[in-house]
């Protein structure tokens, strides 16, 4: 019988992707690309049948790749486990989220591990992807597949190697992205490494799970603590004036060492950056061990859609016009530019707090979104015209899509509120935005 090795090396060894999202889907893509007979293992029926019919759903898949792996049958769907035993190399890329109490839920995670379990053979490989808090891998999922009677490192292998894809980067990728691999075993980091090259260029080789699984964690709570600190900044602007905190980081960002610049908005959302932190400060909190610092980040970026409700009360509250009857119109509510995904978008929760608060002519703009349900009440994304922007009492600017053009959208509206500094090349019209943190 050939090595998982041999079979690596020469492509005939054929792998499975379990969750076929934002990270799963364009993992399996890849993989079927360089030859690999690919079975993607998904919950989700409507997904299963996209891929089998050939329809693409992920916008950062690109779609010659997903048609030519699909029409070749490279790439394959099914809504079971059935072909586990069949898979040499396993690939978990499953959500992670929080509970309601900002707890982690590794369910899924643990959901997938004990279907893969009573199907797991001598030879298996298992990498789980999806990001979570350190000791998963070893503690959570190893004794479930342990419970099939086999071990680790010696009949089956598992390594954490986290997920770094960032949807619509168009210049980091997966393909030239350093990927960090760290398994149970000597072993199984190096067969790891030899799957995960298979799609990417650099591998960075840890000690272990462990050091894997808070390194992700470590690069999200980075971004988020940077986050919120310019998020204080802004908040620190507007209340003492004279200082534009745009400007301040521009100015900033032009030291070439020992900076890297983050902008302020309303508020941080997706699968990760938000989520991430409270990974880590429950799993802090076994140990008696408070993340401060980073709770006091996630709290800081979590309080800026109520900032950003209050600058739209306050802004309607000097117009002739009662808040529960002023024309409010969101634009972009997906979490961050030119993506369709609305995972914690903080303009979701800048919505339903007006709508908390009595706003009953709210409506929306997003070239990716075409429908939402915010509180319990359906929106569907109206075409931005300029009577609609003439109408608005209030244009408040959540996401800057760079397919909006902004002279026009300030040419034409009444007063508008920009959380992006999406209106920094516009000239005319300037007294009429409202600007997070310029400090007027
Ligand atoms: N989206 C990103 O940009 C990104 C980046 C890095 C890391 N991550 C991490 O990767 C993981 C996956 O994120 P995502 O954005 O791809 O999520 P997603 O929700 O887009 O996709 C997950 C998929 O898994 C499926 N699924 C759920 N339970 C399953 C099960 N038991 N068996 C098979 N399929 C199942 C879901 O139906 C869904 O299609 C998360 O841990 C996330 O934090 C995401």
């Given at each position: 019988m050939k090595t998982l090795e041999k079979k690596i090396s020469e492509k005939t060894a054929r792998v499975g992707v379990v969750g076929l999202g934002y990270v799963g889907l364009p993992l399996a893509v890849e993989f079927a690309?360089?030859?690999f007979k690919t079975v993607g293992i998904e919950v989700d029926?409507?997904?299963v049948s996209a891929i089998n019919k050939g329809t693409n759903y992920i916008a950062d898949v690109?779609?010659?790749a997903f048609a030519s792996v699909t029409k070749r049958k490279l790439l394959t769907a099914a809504a079971t486990y059935d072909d586990v035993p069949d898979l040499d190399v396993l690939f978990i890329c499953v959500p992670t989220p929080f509970t309601a109490n900002k707890e982690p839920d590794i369910s899924y995670i643990v959901a997938s591990a004990r279907e893969i379990a009573p199907r797991l053979r001598k030879g298996?490989?298992?990498i789980l992807k999806s990001t979570t808090f350190p000791n998963t891998t070893e503690g959570y999922v190893q004794p479930i597949l342990e419970s099939s009677g086999l071990k680790v490192g010696k009949d089956f292998h598992l390594a954490f190697s986290p997920e770094r894809i960032d949807p619509g980067n168009r210049k980091w990728t997966t393909a030239n992205t350093p990927t960090v691999v760290g398994g149970v075993t000597p072993e199984c980091t190096r067969l790891a490494c030899l799957a995960t090259a298979q799609v990417t260029p650099t591998i960075v080789p840890v000690s272990g799970p462990k050091v894997a699984e808070l390194e992700k964690l470590l690069e999200n709570i980075f971004r988020s603590v940077n986050i919120a600190l310019v998020n204080e900044l802004a908040q620190l602007c507007d209340r003492m004036g004279g200082v534009n905190v745009w400007e301040v980081v521009e100015a900033a960002s032009t030291k070439p060492f020992g900076y890297m610049p983050f902008y302020p908005g309303p508020g941080i959302g997706g699968h990760c950056i938000l989520i991430d932190p409270?990974?880590?400060?429950?799993l802090a909190r076994e140990h008696d061990f408070q993340t401060n610092f980073i709770?006091?980040?996630?709290e800081t970026n979590e309080n800026m859609p109520f900032y950003v409700k209050n600058m739209v009360v306050r802004e309607i509250s000097m117009m002739p016009v009662k808040f529960p009857d002023a024309k409010i119109l969101i634009l972009g509510i997906a979490f961050k530019r030119d993506v369709d995904?609305?995972?914690?978008?903080?303009?979701l929760k800048v919505m339903e707090l007006l709508h908390h608060d009595g706003a009953k002519h709210i409506q929306y703009n997003d070239p990716f979104v075409p429908s939402v349900v915010v509180d319990g009440v359906s929106f569907a994304s109206v075409p931005l015209h300029r009577k609609l922007l003439r109408e608005a009492d209030c244009v408040l600017i959540t996401t800057d899509h760079s397919s909006y053009d902004y002279d026009f959208i300030v040419s034409n509206a009444r007063c508008v509120i920009d959380t992006r500094n999406a209106t920094r090349n516009v000239r005319a019209g300037r007294s009429k935005i409202v600007l997070l943190g310029d400090g007027k």
């Open positions: 690309a360089k030859g029926s409507r997904k690109d779609d010659k298996h490989l298992v409270y990974y880590l400060a429950w709770t006091l980040a996630a995904d609305i995972r914690h978008s903080p303009a």
